[in-house]
């Protein structure tokens, strides 16, 4: 029986670390839905420890605007790795502090629990999150976004800080690139790319790509989507 702190279950949490963020940057953005306002989201992932088997996983997630300048995140992943599979569900959300206005600066308090289900055994709770959040347009067509977060971890009885860092640029209307980096207290930082095309009013598309220079050297790529109704 694998336990939540194994290789697959360690690989679902780094594929669906991204699930509630602002596809495709892992980091979050202040933005919070409108009441009523919805949207759905998916996206497949390929993380690849060097010298080691693939870690290949989707996640699927909803959230939605329920009032009081908060929205609401729900999301299932499914990650296999060396012949094991494993699951996650998030339960979390947004709640806007200060709710951006134009090129003014927002400010939110992203949260969330998480649970895992390593194969052959139920699911449990592995990680709490807190993360403070702030987005302001910084120059025509740049935005930029800084977290600062907090996230226990049940199987590994520890805490750690968490920051991320990131900007994105307008190309053209509908067509957006991004940079990041990120990482927390324990490890190496992760340094990321990604684009955003808008399809439609409703949907776009994303794809990324992230590298992290610790031991084994991980790179992990993502295309997804997002629809709006």
Request: charged share 20%; net charge neutral.
């Amino acid at each position: 029986m694998e336990s939540p702190a194994s290789p697959t279950a360690r690989a679902l949490l780094a594929l669906a670390g991204a699930s509630h963020a602002a596809r495709p940057l892992v980091t979050e953005d202040a933005d919070v839905l409108d009441k009523g306002k919805c949207e759905a989201e998916g996206f497949y992932a390929h993380l690849k420890p060097s010298g080691f088997d693939a870690s290949k996983g989707w996640t699927l997630q909803g959230s939605c605007g329920i009032g009081g300048n908060t929205q609401a995140i729900l999301a299932y992943s499914r990650a296999r790795s060396g012949g094991e599979t494993a699951q996650g569900l998030l339960l979390g959300g947004k709640t806007a502090i200060i709710t951006r206005e134009g090129e003014g600066l927002g400010l939110t308090l992203a949260w969330g629990l998480t649970g895992v289900k390593a194969q052959g055994s139920s699911f449990e709770h592995e990680q709490t999150y807190l993360n403070l959040v702030a987005t302001r347009e910084i120059a025509a067509s740049w935005t930029a976004h800084a977290n600062l977060g907090w996230v226990r971890s049940e199987s590994a009885d520890a805490n750690s800080t968490t920051w991320n860092l990131a900007i994105e640029k307008s190309l053209r209307e509908g067509l957006d690139v991004v940079g990041e980096v990120y990482g927390d207290d324990r490890s190496k930082p992760w340094v990321g790319t990604g684009l955003r095309w808008s399809a439609s009013d409703r949907l776009s598309l994303n794809a990324s790509v992230a590298v992290q220079n610790d031991t084994p050297r991980l790179r992990l790529w993502t295309v997804g989507f997002k629809y709006a109704f």
